[in-house]
């Protein structure tokens, strides 16, 4: 069963951490998502970019020619009853195009090239756990960023990957138009099936423009969404072994 926003809707009690998220997976071992109007964890605002995120936006800003997006983003602004040609929009259009390419990126990049010759065969079967790896991704519905922190872990079964491929990783189905469950499940079950672990499961926590800046939800809003595959799905113990340790920091 996959769950709904719907079906959450009026069932689930606001969740005030991940005690709360533990006890509302436990009986629905396959993850799902949930939205809750407190901060589990402190949000800080130490969310920042990372300097090699900001490098490539700026080699795809560089690479930017007038082209079609750009036109088509220059007709936007003409449409929102602007003047495209004054001078502070003047390099708008390819500007915007640019940061849509690199915001779109993923689809154009192949996990098995990421985690090439990343993977490890190791006698060890302990949870590796990596957490706050920072996100930023693009509602597909608004097309505004959500924007957060993924926490990835998984027990292995004879293979382990380059801890440093996992962000990499996060990138890959970031860059693309989501929808938080989504990401948060593509991410899980990409592990599973290119590093073949025991169990993996998926945490992220974000904050939605499109939610906070229509006022729907309250400024502080933070969407949880989670994945557990294998023994994440079926030992209550892991999981919560998983969830404690996101919560020690
Ligand atoms: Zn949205």
Known sequence: MKLQDADLEGTVPRYKGLDEIS??????????????????LPFSEEVTMKTDETAAWTEFETAAEP?????????????LGEDPEREGLLKTPERVAASLRFLTSGYHQDVDKVLNGALYSVDYDEMVIV??????????????????????AYVPHGKVVGLSKLPRLVEVFARRLQVQERLTNQIAETIMEKVNP?????????KHLCMVMRGVEKQNSVAVTAAMLGVFR???QTRDEFLSLVRGR
């Open 23 to 40: 006890q509302w997976l436990d009986g629905r071992p396959e993850g799902g998502m949930v939205r809750y109007s407190r901060l589990a």
């Open 234 to 236: 079926d030992s209550q």
């Open 131 to 152: 957490k706050d790896i920072e996100l930023f991704s693009l509602c597909e519905h608004h097309l505004l960023p959500f924007f957060g922190r993924c926490h990835i």
């Open 198 to 206: 025991q169990g993996v499961g998926v945490v992220i926590e974000a």
């Open 67 to 79: 082209d079609a997006l750009g036109e088509d983003i220059r007709s936007v602004i003409r449409r």
